[in-house]
């Protein structure tokens, strides 16, 4: 293990550039989104919920004087929650939108090289598969990789954008 920076520097340069990823759990299952997304997690806040709106999309928050809003990716990707309760929010900046993404847990930062992401998978779904940007292994689980900009479609970000101007206008 090289723990100067000079000497990683140099393994960065030979193997590929380090891309970081914040890994976190839905239900049973691990996911990572690039770690320049994420503007900060925070633990689980209290949510104003908004009538009308998509099972997913669970309300708004204030964050600092922000409202922010916040949807649950296992409703959105039809995941089968497990018996842990939400623990974290992960807040990531689709500019010129901020959103809360509610996970089960934050578990690490993975620092992959491109020859540590596969490409993504086919798959046969009427749904579209942008969002994901590639499948990584860690230990012996899979980690899909996402593009939260994707992964919000454009339906949750005028749900979002709609939710916030009403929050700010009251």
Excluded: W
Aim: some cysteine; hydrophobic content about 40%.
């Amino acid at each position: 293990m090289i723990k100067d920076k000079e000497g990683m520097k140099q393994v960065e340069e030979k193997s590929g550039e380090l891309r970081r990823f914040l890994e976190f759990s839905l239900g049973t299952e691990a996911y990572a989104v690039p770690l320049l997304s994420v503007k900060e997690v925070i633990a689980y806040p209290d949510i104003t919920r908004i009538p009308y709106t998509p099972s997913h999309f669970l309300g708004i928050m204030n964050l600092r004087g922000q409202v922010i809003s916040v949807i649950d990716l296992r409703l959105k990707f039809g995941i089968k929650a497990d018996q842990n309760t939400e623990t974290a929010v992960i807040i990531c900046d689709l500019a010129p939108l901020c959103i809360g993404i509610v996970v089960n847990s934050v578990n690490s930062v993975l620092p992959l090289r491109e020859s540590d992401i596969s490409d993504r998978p086919d798959i046969q779904s009427n749904k579209s598969s942008d969002y994901i940007i590639g499948v990584t292994r860690q230990d012996k689980k899979l980690v899909l990789l996402l593009d939260m900009a994707k992964a919000i479609d454009v339906d949750d970000q005028s749900t979002a954008k709609k939710a916030q101007a009403t929050r700010q206008a009251a």
